[in-house]
T-cell receptor, first 112, second 114 residues
């Protein structure tokens, strides 16, 4: 069965710090890995990664995938209080047909 | 483009009742996936529909069912509600190719079973 483990489970940082979130996975015939941000509502899509070593970047957020070591990293630089949220990682295999396996998430709290 | 819409946003039911939730995907998207989110179990996959056909199903009892209409709108039904069915029910819309399309979530339906 597909498995996604996120670490750490939670962390507290000060505004301006850099945060690195980890997502390791096991999935049959890997096709893609997604990152989401969830505040007190539905998850918001951040990135989709399918190829190793190609960094996806959006503003202060970036992410990279290592298909050999089966993990992904999400980086947030110059954190702001608005970055406080749960960050979710999800993976899908070739025959997933709409099913993404989600990790438990990492709770990030950014203090002023 | 309008995003994914879900109705109703909040529901309160009592044990034994049944409930129907609705989801309209992003225009042009033909795949709708349903997830249950609870504090203890996180996001768990219920089922996925594409062109009115269920292509995938998670490990939920038969009380959970769904369907999709020709306009890609989807409904899920939960019969004989139990207290443990209290959760945020999310639907996600995608173009539908297995494993390589982003899924975009709707705002969710918060179901409370008393």
């Amino acid at each position: 069965e597909d498995k996604v483990v996120q670490s750490p489970l939670s962390l507290v940082v000060h505004e301006g710090d850099t945060v690195t979130l980890n997502c390791s996975y096991e999935v049959t015939n890997f096709r893609s890995l997604l990152w989401y941000k969830q505040e007190k509502k539905a998850p918001t899509f951040l990135f989709m990664l399918t190829s190793s070593g190609i960094e996806k970047k959006s503003g202060r957020l970036s992410s990279i995938l290592d298909k050999k070591e089966l993990f992904s990293i999400l980086n947030i630089t110059a954190t702001q209080t608005g970055d406080s949220a749960i960050y979710l990682c999800a993976v899908a295999g070739a025959d997933s047909w709409g099913k993404f396996q989600f990790g438990a998430g990492t709770q990030v709290v950014v203090t002023p | 483009k309008a995003g994914v819409t879900q109705t109703p946003r909040y529901l309160i039911k009592t044990r034994g009742q049944q409930v129907t939730l609705s989801c309209s995907p992003i225009s042009g998207h033909r795949s709708v996936s349903w997830y249950q989110q609870t504090p203890g179990q996180g996001l768990q996959f219920l089922f996925e529909y594409f062109s009115e056909t269920q292509r995938n199903k998670g490990n939920f009892p038969g009380r959970f069912s769904g369907r999709q209409f020709s306009n890609s709108r989807s409904e899920m039904n939960v019969s004989t509600l139990e207290l443990g069915d209290s959760a945020l029910y999310l639907c996600a819309s995608s173009a539908g190719t297995s494993g390589v399309n982003e899924q975009f979530f709707g705002p969710g339906t918060r179901l409370t079973v008393l």
